[in-house]
């Protein structure tokens, strides 16, 4: 499974971005995917995660209320709307595949395939 997130950018503080997540497999569905964030000099965080029919999402709290995962099954590709960005979302996002648990849906080490990473960037 290959996956590529495309969508980062420069925003203002309080914009908003929509990224996306393209997988090339037939198995799309058959995927819990998340969005994860790294910022320089830190670990990798979680952002969100979608249950493989999209009715089931999870949100760290830092985002929850700003920002929407959502994902298509039928077009394969993974969503992230990021809306009141603030400066600390400042950081490189990456899109990931796996079945884990769902209750253990936002440890990265549970997740098999990841995208390259897409950079956003607010400005303050």
């Known amino acids: 499974v290959q996956l590529q997130a495309f969508g980062g950018g420069l925003v203002e503080t309080g914009g908003s971005l929509r990224l996306s997540c393209a997988a090339s497999?037939?198995?799309?569905?058959?995927?819990?995917m998340a969005w994860f964030r790294q910022a320089p000099g830190k670990e990798r965080d979680f952002v969100a995660a979608i249950g493989r029919s999209g009715g089931s999402t999870y949100y760290a709290d830092s985002v929850k209320g700003r920002f929407t995962i959502s994902r298509d099954n039928r077009k394969n590709i993974l969503y992230l709307q990021m809306n009141s960005l603030k400066p600390e979302g400042q950081a490189i996002y990456y899109c990931?595949?796996?079945?884990?648990?769902?209750?253990?849906?936002?440890?990265?080490?549970?997740?098999?395939?990841w995208g390259q990473g897409t950079l956003v960037t607010v400005s303050s």
């Open positions: 990931a595949a796996g079945r884990p648990a769902w209750s253990a849906s936002d440890q990265p080490s549970l997740y098999y395939y």
């Open positions: 497999t037939n198995t799309f569905s058959t995927y819990v």
